[in-house]
Every structure is written in C-alpha cells, then in structure tokens.
C-alpha cells in the first residue's frame, strides 16, 4: 500500500506556516513503513530537533482507479479514520529553502500513526469535525466544510499521476495549530465525539 498526502488544505495553516495557497493540490508520499497501527508508540529520531503533529482525516481506497472523474469518486472509498503526519519541521524548512523533495522530513519511520476505519456512511463528510488534544488540552480543530479540495476533488487530481489501489490511504491536510512534541507527551485524535486514535512519544 501507499500514503499520499495533501499538503496546504486548510486556510488557516497555510497562513500560520507562512505558505502560499495552491492553485492545485500539494501532494507528497509516505512508504508503508511509516505507518503505526493499534496506538503504536511514535520513537523521537535523533535526526530532527522539531518534530510537528498535523492531525489529519483519513480515505481508504477501496479500488483499483486512475483519471477517476470527481463525480465517480466516491466509489473509491467507503471507510474513513484519522491520523498524524508526523513532520520533522527544521528538515523539512531547510529543504524548502534549497528548493529540495520534502521525504525526509515527511516520509520517516512511524511518520504515520493512523487509526482504525469506520464506514463513511456513520458521517456526514461534508462537515465533519476533528481534533487533537496533546496531554489532555485541545491544540487543533478542523472541519470538513474549511477545506480547499473536497475529499473526492483530490481523489480525482491523484489519481491522474498514480493509480490508486485497494487499501491505499490519503491523508487529507491539515487545520490551523500545528505544534512541537516532546518525548513523554500523549496525542489523542477523535473524529466529531469519538476519540480514534492515541500515540504515547517515546
Ligand atoms: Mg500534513
């Protein structure tokens, strides 16, 4: 399986990270081995001084698709979970600057604790709340409704340079208030009500 990920798709991040809004999609990839499952704890690499959570909605594909037409893609998933994508900032602003890919910075082992999936049918996509609370206190919140690409806009723009197959998943961008871990801090993400996923750092 693959991770693509949406980068720049909430206003408000954009802004606080001082980007500029796309006039496409950002995407970036993850492998396979960045992926943690079952509440995974996340080991601090000694390569990055600055690791960033961005907490982020979840499609599963459920697939084969290219050049998918946004009318139809919504047939390429039915199962929805949340997730982190893990950022190494001070790696990934020195690759900015030199014009360089993001992977490192983005790509690394455990980069991508993800939850379980749930039927998309429990939600409505449209305006779905989502939040990360570190040690216990609220840092993002996003909703569906204040993204700039709809889930099935980026499922048609990806699918035009990579064929998605069953069981890839797409990270979906993320909300304003992004922030530092620390060894010792616990993540809690919930979709509306329901806390989905929790990653101890070690
Ligand atoms: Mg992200």
Redesign the pocket.
């Known amino acids: 399986m693959k991770i693509i990920?949406i980068?720049r798709n909430y206003t408000a991040h954009i802004a606080e990270l001082n980007n500029e809004r796309p006039s496409s999609p950002v995407i970036f990839m993850k492998p396979d081995t960045a992926v943690l499952r079952n509440n995974a704890p996340f080991y601090y690499p000694d390569f990055s001084k600055d690791i960033h959570f961005?907490v982020?909605i979840l499609l599963k594909i459920n697939k084969e698709g290219k050049y998918i037409d946004e009318k139809f893609a919504h047939k390429y998933y039915d199962e929805i979970g949340i997730g982190i994508?893990f950022?190494a900032r001070d790696l990934q602003s020195k690759c900015k600057e030199k014009g360089l890919p993001w992977e490192i910075a983005k790509g690394f082992n455990g980069s991508a604790p993800i939850s379980q999936f749930l039927p998309k049918s429990n939600f409505d996509l449209q305006n779905l709340d989502f939040s990360l609370n570190q040690n216990g206190q609220q840092k993002q919140k996003g909703n569906t409704s204040l993204m700039l690409y709809t889930f099935d806009q980026i499922i048609a723009y990806v699918s035009q340079f990579f064929t998605l197959k069953k069981g890839d998943i797409i990270?979906t961008?993320?909300p304003a208030g992004v922030g530092p871990i620390v060894v010792g801090d616990k993540l809690e993400a919930y979709i509306e009500e329901e806390k989905l996923l929790e990653v101890e750092i070690k």
Do not use: N, S
């Open positions: 990920a980068g961005e982020e994508d950022t990270f961008g993320t």
